[in-house]
């Protein structure tokens, strides 16, 4: 039996979007419209898949980064929140405990907060979306026990986790609302709780930045978590964790916290064994990401030259390795990797990762 995969044309991942963001910042928008057609070619999405890295609000995303996203492609955005705040409420009012899709930077209301955060004038909107987030640092009641409201009950690819776990990456983890809350901070934009969440938040990675997620064990046990032998990365890890807690240490004028952090990437990425560990060149967990990162973390340093040396051996690391990548696309392919190696955030695409 023979069967078809349909191109995900309209992910910002891996499709179509995503290569446009290298057109668009290259100035080759001739190229780029292109991709803008083989992406819509079948339509665009606004169902519950519908996120920052899928269907509209990617297409939202892509338009912006040329000035080009049209109040209709703004309209069908505003549905799709309209959508994802009215599940969420219907969810907290159960008291249940929230699934990553709900409110991480890949699928959720983090992503559409970084979306939103991106428009002028800032929409109406905005401020219902980060009322969501702050409510996740409200602890909840399950099973007799305290969870950080974020907690989720099954485990980060989606199956039965006993105890379930509490995600900590950028991507799918509450790093996520942590940058998006910062960003936000450091705009002037904030809600009711806003600072508390970001401080909740920031002090739970204090502790657990060390794993990809924390699991029902780790808080059984008063002594901090043993630091597991892992890939560091954007998406999973201390050094998108860390960029995470420099924007919130910027954002409340917390300087030992920035300075913390600032080590973290520092001491990882100057780490053979930690360096030995990274595989690929990719921007969601290879060099490209490593890369981005670092510049982030540099020009919000107070130090900046610090990193230069660093900067200078992942950008040798990418320029040797990225050709080899097999995807063509954003996160995981040589589009991504070219806009690492390009070094321009003109248009503002790294917002997508919450770096800026």
């Known amino acids: 039996m023979t069967t078809t995969t349909v191109p995900r044309t309209q992910d910002l991942s891996e499709g179509a979007l995503g290569m446009a963001l290298l057109d668009i910042e290259r100035h080759d928008l001739s190229t780029a419209r292109r991709h803008l057609a083989q992406a819509t070619g079948r339509g665009v999405s606004t169902g519950s898949n519908a996120s920052l890295f899928h269907g509209a609000p990617a297409l939202e995303f892509v338009l912006a980064r040329a000035h080009g996203a049209g109040d209709a492609v703004r309209a069908a955005v505003d549905r799709v929140v309209e959508a994802r ?59 007799g026990r305290m969870l950080p409201g974020w907690w989720s009950p099954v485990g980060p690819d989606g199956m039965e986790m006993a105890g379930g776990h509490g995600n900590n990456g950028m991507a799918h983890g509450i790093a996520g609302p942590l940058a998006v809350l910062s960003l936000a901070l450091r705009e002037g934009i904030s809600v009711p709780g806003q600072e508390e969440a970001v401080g909740t938040f920031s002090t739970w990675l204090g502790q657990h930045d060390s794993h990809y997620w924390s699991t029902a064990a780790h808080l059984d046990t008063d002594q901090p978590p043993a630091p597991e032998p892992v890939r560091q990365s954007w998406c999973y890890g201390q050094p998108g964790i860390a960029r995470a807690q420099q924007l919130a240490a910027l954002a409340i004028g917390d ?33 490209a990401g490593l890369l981005m990162l670092t510049r982030a973390v540099a020009a919000d340093s107070p130090e900046p030259a610090r990193f230069t040396p660093i900067i200078q051996d992942l950008h040798g690391r990418l320029a040797a390795n990225w050709q080899h990548l097999s995807k063509p696309g954003f996160m995981e392919g040589r589009a991504g990797a070219q806009l690492a190696l390009h070094g321009t955030d003109t248009t503002g695409w790294t917002r997508a990762l919450l770096l800026t």
């Open 255 to 287: 300087s030992a916290r920035r300075q913390a952090a600032e080590e973290i990437v520092a001491a990882i990425l100057t780490d053979p064994l930690q360096l030995a560990r990274i595989t690929d060149s990719t921007l969601c967990h290879g060099w």
């Open 85 to 143: 705040l009215a599940a969420a409420h219907r969810r907290q009012a159960t008291g249940s405990l929230p699934h990553l899709a709900e409110w991480d930077l890949i699928r959720g209301l983090t992503g559409l907060a970084a979306l939103l955060l991106s428009r002028r004038p800032i929409t109406p909107r905005l401020p219902d979306v980060f009322a969501c987030l702050v409510t996740l640092a409200h602890p909840a009641r399950q099973g």
